[in-house]
Nanobody
Framework: QPQLVESGGGLVQTGGSLRLSCVAS????????IGWFRQAPGKEREGLSC????????VYGDSVKGRFTVSRDNAQSTIYLQLNDLNPEDTGTYYC?????????????????????WGKGTLVTVSS
């Protein structure tokens, strides 16, 4: 059974950094794209980044460009999201999600759409 488990959230001050991890199990390596999402209280879920199965294609949402960096270690089945220069608007629950399938689904052509597997999330709180 494919599974995604996020970790690394916590409380950080404005301007601080965190690194989130997403461990993927039950997937065939490099056959899935990973998206990172955020949901703040009272707001809609927002797509933050997509990384392709090979790691060669990356897309970021406008709100995090230049501050967040996604990477993946397929040998460890782990995808990372480095969060820098955090501000209180970055507070929320962060989720990773996987999109599996053919070459189109493994890429980031579809950006944040079509994710079929979701983790339970990790909470990030940024204090002012």
């Amino acid at each position: 059974q494919p599974q995604l488990v996020e970790s690394g959230g916590g409380l950080v001050q404005t301007g601080g950094s965190l690194r989130l991890s997403c461990v993927a199990s039950g997937f065939t390596p490099e056959t899935f794209a990973i998206g990172w999402f955020r949901q703040a209280p009272g707001k809609e879920r927002e797509g933050l980044s997509c990384i392709s199965g090979s790691g060669g294609q990356i897309v970021y949402g406008d709100s995090v460009k230049g501050r967040f960096t996604v990477s993946r270690d397929n040998a460890q089945s782990t995808i990372y999201l480095q969060l820098n220069d955090l501000n209180p608007e970055d507070t929320g629950t962060y989720y990773c999600a996987a999109r599996v399938g053919g070459s189109r689904e493994r890429s980031c052509i579809r950006r944040f759409n079509g994710m079929g597997y979701w983790g339970k999330g990790t909470l990030v709180t940024v204090s002012s």
